[in-house]
């Protein structure tokens, strides 16, 4: 399915205390593969992609991720409905913890959390034409209770070899202090359409997609940023068709523009930062 966006998500950059026990998580449980190592960082990804799609970086002393703006879970896309069931079927016959599920209408999803509580979802879209969509582009949604029994009908061969070509990161769902900035920031300057407004919440996307980014506020509006030494998100990336154009919006609506040798970053209002990337679409 074609959901018509200029943007997508790229390499979501984790801090996390230790780095072997984390690599085997994502590497072992959740079943990426490792694309490149040093001793401080790990990228995961699919075999078949260069981009990774996890970078873990040993870094974080302080492990609670709880009181700060940042990540409420990095979501991965399987690319499609059986990839999910086997997937349920692997946890569970491995005894992986899975620690919630939720049918949201377009989608059916499954929730954990990584060695350092960093909160993951797996998750498979349903058909596009099944989703309940108003005239104003609003998507409904809800979270249901998943019917574990006919998901796992989906499988015709139980064998699980770690997650399949075509995963990607579907959304990034951050938790900030406050959503007011939060939907100036990312709807009337970056033009991200609202897809889904739940209390204390948006759900977001440039194109016809149900969301790429959300942000709520659930846990409090006393969030401080991340500070280096904490567990949670360094950055999440963007890749746009044109980024030149992103930048001068970001510029135009009071924001910095940090260049490094890493890459283009800039933090939005919550302290949460973010890797601005060309799509290869375009020159």
Avoid: C
Avoid at 14 to 38: C, H, M, P, Q, R
Avoid at 154 to 171: A, L, N, Q, S
Avoid at 182 to 202: G, V
């Amino acid at each position: 399915m074609n959901y018509q966006s200029d943007m997508q998500l790229g390499t979501v950059a984790l801090n996390i205390t230790n780095l072997k026990s984390a690599v085997d998580f994502y590497k072992n449980t959740l079943g990426l593969t490792v694309l490149s190592e040093n001793e401080n960082y790990t990228d995961l990804g699919i075999s078949e992609d260069t981009m990774p799609l996890i970078r873990l970086v040993e870094g974080a002393t302080n492990n609670s991720n709880t009181d700060h703006a940042g990540l409420y879970h990095v979501a991965i896309l399987l690319p499609t409905r059986e990839a999910l069931a086997q997937f349920v079927y692997h946890m569970a016959t491995n005894n992986f913890e899975i620690g919630g599920a939720g049918d949201h209408l377009y989608s059916e999803a499954f929730y954990l959390n990584d060695p350092d509580g960093n909160g993951i979802e797996i998750y498979a879209d349903r058909p596009y034409d099944t989703w309940d969509i108003s005239e104003s582009g609003m998507i409904t949604s809800a979270t249901n209770a998943v019917d574990v029994n006919d998901l796992l009908t989906e499988i015709k061969e139980p064998f699980w070899d770690g997650m399949p070509k075509g995963t990607i990161v579907g959304h990034v769902h951050l938790q900030v202090s406050d959503i007011a900035e939060s939907r100036k920031f990312y709807h009337e300057i970056l033009n991200f359409d609202i897809k889904t407004l739940i209390p204390r919440a948006l759900f977001m996307s440039r194109g016809l997609y149900h969301h790429q980014i959300a942000t709520n506020n659930w846990i409090g509006h006393q969030l401080d940023p991340r500070l280096t030494e904490d567990v949670g998100l360094i950055y999440y990336t963007m890749i746009f068709d044109n980024r030149e154009q992103i930048i001068a919006k970001l510029v135009a609506g009071g924001y910095t523009i940090n260049n490094k040798a890493a890459g283009v970053f800039v933090v939005d209002p919550n302290g949460i930062t973010i890797k601005l990337e060309q799509s290869s679409k375009r020159t």
